[in-house]
């Protein structure tokens, strides 16, 4: 199936010359019979649509648990090898090489029985297993080392270890820390480094590209010799060393920051999490860029005008949140579901800081105390006072309930800022941004799953609650001043705009009311379901993204539908909208997408990931 697959990609862009490409292929124990080891050949030539093969490989001596329905009965490796070479008399073959072949005897019996020496040994190494007579001998004959397993995936595939001991190694943490890169692409650069060919797999082009990224990083001879040090360790035993380590270094701050505050902080970039993938170097960010998270973990700078990708950071984890700036523009933040909350640099991406709070995010940090401070609660109930600067956590608190999907809604209220958070399975609770404590709940049968609006003046809060009602409460005491009712869940926040609330409803309904008293000024049925929140464009435009594949806009005063934009598959998230009419929004299809706020036009589309989070853009452009 690999070679047919490479085959038919092959016919797909057949305007790369042939001398570009350097395809690589395997002869199966199966077919070492000399009656089979040319047909099989000659069938590999056919599914990849090609003349010659750049190397082939015996894939092993004999018949094993990766030869499925294999029989060598008649034939042998040295069988094989004899075809083989008999294929490069032919020009079938460029080159020849053995795969699996792990002593110094058995590459010296290929040598012995060859007339066309092997060019390359492809045999398994990773930093705990570096076969050094083997590389050794490779070195003095002219043979190409050529490693996979480099990254270390089998421990956790095929040996049953829960964390990859390659990725989260300490060593490895400590370079690519210093480079702000991968820990994949400190190991692939050390092999390549001591002259190893290495061969990463993987299905997905991010990876692929942060794989090849290596090529730019250069470590030093201290770096090398440590990671060399790893050769013959435990792999486990390490494993666990490491988290001893963790562990130490978390009860020193304890001391200092209390036990319960200090076991939630620990993680500080211990794992191959959150670092740097760069598609652009020293990327430029102008007047108007657009950040996105996407389901695959990719946190995306887009450029505006143009949706050219800037920068990427990957997470490896889904997102739920968006991101918010820091006052000066020059760093964003936004939390992910691998229990992180990060900190970056607007202009190139390059992490400032993260912290692990425990368990994974949906909510998007909200500034508070003049910006000193991010709010941001997590899935199990918690909500975190973050310091901005460094990500320390400065106090958290337990709330009533489930998950905490809202982001904070901070207002000063009689003189005290407070902080208005929904939770799942409870309400919307007013917390203390001093020191976290509660002022008041709201019970709400499900609880509220949508971020709450707090008026102009700070006296009220609008907010929907999963029993389909739309609440307005004092934000001094809780006290309920209007509640309206309708059908299906409301996921989405409210939209405050004067005197008019706006939202929509899980029954696939989009609405206007009087903040005032509750009244309905308009509904209309969009027919399918809205977990997407309205947005609005020059006071008259709203802007929402739908279930059924589509953006729409409606009028603000009417509720009348100005346009429809097709996407290719869902659109959960809420638009973004310039004030020169662009509105940003992602979709499930993989694709960011610019449209014109007005017409509905598609201004651009860029192909990057799958999208639920929301979209931020430049606060400048709000």
């Known amino acids: 199936p690999t070679e047919e697959a490479l085959g038919s990609a092959l016919a797909e862009v057949q305007n790369i010359p042939r001398s ?22 000659d069938e590999s030539l056919r599914k990849l649509g090609l003349e010659y093969i750049d190397l082939m490989l015996i894939h092993t001596q004999e018949c ?13 490796w040295q069988t094989a090898y004899r075809g083989m070479e008999e294929a490069v008399a032919l020009g079938k073959i460029r080159s020849i090489g053995v795969s699996n072949f792990e002593t110094v005897e058995e590459i010296q019996e290929v040598l012995d029985v060859s007339s066309v020496k092997p060019a390359v040994l492809q045999n398994h190494m990773d930093p705990y297993n570096v076969p050094l007579e083997v590389l050794d001998f490779c070195s003095r004959h002219n043979i190409t080392f050529m490693a996979f397993g480099t990254l270390g995936r089998h421990y956790v595939m095929e040996d049953g270890m829960s964390v990859n001991p390659v990725l989260a190694s300490q060593v490895l943490s400590e370079a690519k820390e210093t480079r702000q890169c991968t820990a994949a692409q400190v190991v692939l650069r050390w092999a390549m480094q001591r002259g190893v060919a290495v061969i990463p797999s993987s299905e997905n082009p991010v990876h692929m590209k942060i794989n090849l990224n290596s090529f730019d990083i250069q470590l ?3 770096e090398m010799e440590d990671i060399d040090k790893m050769n013959g360790q435990d792999a486990q035993e390490a494993l666990s060393g490491k988290a001893a380590a963790d562990k130490a ?12 505050a200090a076991e939630n902080a620990r993680a500080h970039s211990t794992s191959d999490e959150g670092h740097l993938s760069l598609l652009e170097k020293e990327a430029v960010v102008t007047e108007m860029n657009v950040f996105a998270g996407g389901d695959d973990g990719l946190f995306t700078a887009f450029h505006g005008a143009s949706g050219k990708i800037l920068w990427q950071f990957m997470t490896f984890a889904e997102f739920g949140s968006t991101c918010v700036f820091s006052p000066d523009r020059t760093m964003l933040y936004f939390s ?24 994974p995010f949906i909510a998007t940090p909200q500034f508070a105390a003049s910006h000193s401070m991010l709010l941001v609660g997590d899935l199990s109930g918690w909500l975190y006072a973050l310091d901005s600067s460094n990500g320390s956590i400065l106090w958290q608190s337990m709330l009533t309930g489930n998950e905490i999907w809202s982001t904070a809604a901070v207002a000063t209220v009689g003189g005290e800022e407070v902080a208005f958070v ?10 203390s941004v001093q020191n976290g404590s509660r002022l008041w709940t709201v019970d709400v049968v499900d609880g509220v ?12 809060v609008y907010f929907g609650g999963q029993d389909g009602a739309v609440y307005c409460v004092s934000s001094g005491s809780g006290e309920i001043l209007w509640k309206w009712q309708t059908r299906g869940e409301l996921f989405s926040s409210p939209l405050l705009k004067d005197d008019v609330v706006f939202g929509a409803s899980g029954e696939g309904a989009l609405f206007a009311l009087d903040a005032r008293t509750g009244d ?14 309205p947005k609005m464009y020059q006071d008259g435009v709203l802007i929402i993204g739908v279930t059924d594949h589509t953006v729409r806009a409606y009028e603000a005063t009417s509720g009348k539908r100005l346009w429809t934009f097709q996407a290719a598959n869902e659109v959960w998230a809420t638009p973004a909208i310039t004030k020169s009419g662009i509105a940003f929004i992602g979709s499930a299809d993989n694709h960011m997408y610019a449209i014109n706020a007005s017409t509905g036009d598609l201004v651009w589309k860029t192909e990057s990931s799958p999208y639920a989070a929301s979209p931020c853009i430049t606060p400048s452009d709000l």
């Open 220 to 222: 030093n001879p201290a």
């Open 422 to 431: 929904g939770v799942t399975s409870s309400g919307l609770h007013a917390i």
């Open 449 to 460: 799953w949508g971020t709450a609006t707090v008026s102009a003046d700070g006296l009220k």
């Open 336 to 359: 992910s579901e691998n229990g992180h909350v990060y900190s970056l640099q607007v202009s190139t991406g390059q992490k400032v800081w993260s912290i692990k709070a425990g368990n």
């Open 249 to 260: 270094e978390g009860s020193q701050e304890e001391s200092a920051a209390g036990e319960e």
């Open 520 to 533: 309905k000024i308009w509904k209309v049925r969009v027919g399918a379901k809205m977990l997407s929140s």
């Open 64 to 76: 094993h648990h990766l030869s499925p329905d294999c029989d060598m009965a008649d034939g042998t």
């Open 20 to 41: 570009e490409l350097f395809i690589i292929s395997k002869v199966s124990p199966k077919n070492f019979s000399p009656k089979l080891i040319m047909a099989s050949i």
